[in-house]
Nanobody, 121 residues
Framework: QVQLVESGGGLVQAGGSLRLSCAASGSIFRVNDMGWYRQAPGNQRELVAAITSGGTTNYADSVKGRFTISRDNAKKMVYLQMNSLKAEDTGVYYC???????????????WGQGTQVTVSS
């Protein structure tokens, strides 16, 4: 299996910053697109940011100009730098990766367990 583990969540004041990290491990042949999703209580899970293996990025309108997604292909990690945080950014943030598992012939999506981000006003 491919495992994704998030870290870096916590409690911050509005206007503050957090940097989330996600480490991919296990039997991995290739990692394609990676991304971050979030889910607030009572809401649906939504895409926050995505990044291709070549570094092309895409962001939800609600976080453009405030969040930055990046990756380190050698370390098989993806990051989310979150600045100017707002209360509405509160939620569980999940790492996602489209990857080819060792021994497999096709890619599939993998998910981390999530890390809590709480922004206080």
């Amino acid at each position: 299996q491919v495992q994704l583990v998030e870290s870096g969540g916590g409690l911050v004041q509005a206007g503050g910053s957090l940097r989330l990290s996600c480490a991919a491990s296990g039997s991995i042949f290739r990692v394609n697109d990676m991304g971050w999703y979030r889910q607030a209580p009572g809401n649906q899970r939504e895409l926050v940011a995505a990044i291709t293996s070549g570094g092309t990025t895409n962001y939800a309108d609600s976080v453009k100009g405030r969040f930055t997604i990046s990756r380190d292909n050698a370390k098989k990690m993806v990051y989310l730098q979150m600045n100017s945080l707002k209360a509405e950014d509160t939620g569980v943030y999940y790492c996602n990766a489209d990857a080819v598992q060792g021994g497999s012939l096709y890619p599939r999506k993998y998910w981390g367990q999530g890390t809590q981000v709480t922004v206080s006003s």
